[in-house]
T-cell receptor, first 115, second 111 residues
Framework: GAVVSQHPSRVICKSGTSVKIECRSL??????MFWYRQFPKQSLMLMAT?????????EQGVEKDKFLINHASLTLSTLTVTSAHPEDSSFYIC???????????FGPGTRLLVL | KNEVEQSPQNLTAQEGEFITINCSYS?????LHWLQQHPGGGIVSLFM???GKKKHGRLIATINIQEKHSSLHITASHPRDSAVYIC?????????????FGKGTLLTVNP
């Protein structure tokens, strides 16, 4: 079946540094990918919709200058957390929309810890 | 108020029991998704359905469009079924694939 990968699976960084997370669709092309954030014991919250070749659409309350999204190819979207702070520590999950199967496949997630 | 409500929030069962998790939604949808999230965090898509019933192994998902209600059933439950089960609706707000998530049901199956 379709697989979506994320890299890295976990990252620890110092406050003030930037962290890039990659999301790849491995056997299908995804014009649309999604980035979610999940805090402990809470539901997934959509951060932004990543569209190949165009600007991402951010949800209300998500700072686009802090969470930079690039979707330069049909199989890769990246999320960069700029100037990370401890409150950005969370579980970040991407998903990719397979338009042929009309379903959404989720990545395994990236656990970010900002010290 | 969340547009997708799940119940129960927590569920503990003995191995072999039949399990039902419920999901109600208040928005118009194009499809209803059931997802499984294990303690490590990774999410697996179990079902996507827009009508009727789907079955995969010991898992069964049903949806009643008129009542805006879906159920996930697990037959002959096993400890490895222990996970968070999440209901999500797509199609709200005019987007066919943007998901609105329930808060999840934590299922623990004891041996």
């Amino acid at each position: 079946g379709a697989v979506v990968s994320q890299h890295p699976s976990r990252v620890i960084c110092k406050s003030g540094t930037s962290v890039k997370i990659e999301c790849r669709s491995l056997d299908f092309q995804a014009t649309t990918m999604f980035w979610y954030r999940q805090f402990p014991k809470q539901s997934l919250m959509l951060m932004a919709t990543s569209n190949e070749g165009s600007k991402a659409t951010y949800e209300q309350g998500v700072e686009k200058d802090k969470f930079l999204i690039n979707h330069a190819s049909l199989t890769l979207s990246t999320l960069t957390v700029t100037s990370a702070h401890p409150e950005d520590s969370s579980f970040y999950i991407c998903s990719a929309w397979d338009s042929l199967q009309e379903t959404q496949y989720f990545g395994p997630g990236t656990r970010l810890l900002v010290l | 108020k969340n547009e997708v409500e799940q119940s129960p929030q927590n569920l503990t069962a003995q191995e072999g029991e039949f399990i039902t998790i419920n999901c109600s939604y208040s928005v118009g949808i194009s499809a209803l998704h059931w997802l499984q999230q294990h303690p490590g965090g990774g999410i697996v898509s179990l079902f996507m359905l827009s009508s009727g019933k789907k079955k995969h192994g010991r898992l069964i998902a049903t949806i009643n469009i008129q009542e805006k209600h879906s159920s996930l059933h697990i037959t002959a439950s096993h400890p490895r079924d222990s996970a968070v089960y999440i209901c999500a609706a797509s199609g709200g707000g005019g987007s066919n694939y943007k998901l609105t998530f329930g808060k999840g049901t934590l299922l623990t199956v004891n041996p």
